[in-house]
């Protein structure tokens, strides 16, 4: 296993992805305990504002490194379940989609990993992906900017969010079985 270089650890792009997990403490606190919740949709637009820098700063400066690739994702997923845990308190379908995005993480997770032993990873996000993430952070972040809305308006934005996991798992699972069929030519 490759050894990570100071330089790599500390690059301003990763620094940036320990500040958004550090966040995350934070804006739970702020949502949950205090009950600010403009304050805490606050800090979480900070999270997501050096979420869009450091891979700005990553590719112009060419500080793309291997951490930043795993360590970018985990951010995401990790705030993703903190917004939505903290939603939950308030918005009892939330639970419906923390249980999906528990399904859907595990599997992308299980599968990386298998592919990860046979030296194979996907190369990037998916168009799907990213637009999952994109739906899922927008739709959560408005739940924190809006807490007054009709809980119609809130379940019908939790069941689109889940309508686009459920999409972007489903266009996964396809791009998964065509990497196990390479996989197992390239094997024989």
Same mark, same amino acid.
């Given at each position: 296993m490759k050894r990570l270089k100071a330089k790599e650890i500390f690059s301003i792009p990763n620094l940036m992805g320990y500040?958004?997990?550090?966040?995350?403490?934070?804006?739970?606190? #702020?949502?949950?305990? %205090? @009950?600010?919740? &403009?304050?805490?949709?606050?800090?979480?637009l900070l !999270? !997501?504002?050096? *979420?869009?820098?450091?891979?700005? #700063?990553?590719?112009?400066? *060419?500080?793309?490194? @291997?951490l930043g690739k795993v360590l970018d994702p985990i951010a995401d997923k990790l705030t993703h379940a903190a917004l939505?845990?903290?939603?939950?308190?308030?918005?009892p379908l939330m639970w419906a989609l923390i249980g999906l995005m528990a399904i859907k993480e595990g599997y992308m997770g299980i599968m990386g990993l298998l592919f990860l032993k046979k030296g194979k990873m996907l190369d990037g996000a998916?168009?799907?992906? %990213? #637009?999952?993430?994109?739906? &899922?952070? #927008?739709?959560? &972040?408005?739940?924190?900017v809006f807490p007054h809305l009709s809980p119609s308006l809130v379940n019908g934005l939790i069941l689109l969010m889940m309508a686009v996991m459920v999409?972007?798992?489903?266009?996964?699972i396809p791009v998964f079985n065509h990497m196990r069929k390479e996989t197992g030519q390239e094997e024989k």
């Open positions: 500040f958004r997990i550090l966040l995350i403490p934070v804006f739970c606190y #702020v949502y949950a305990a %205090k @009950e600010n919740y &403009l304050l805490a949709a606050g800090i979480v !999270s !997501s504002l050096t *979420d869009l820098f450091d891979g700005l #700063v990553a590719r112009k400066f *060419d500080m793309v490194t @291997e939505a845990i903290c939603l939950a308190i308030r918005y998916m168009w799907f992906g %990213k #637009v999952c993430t994109a739906v &899922l952070f #927008v739709g959560l &972040l408005l739940l924190f999409f972007a798992l489903l266009m996964y």
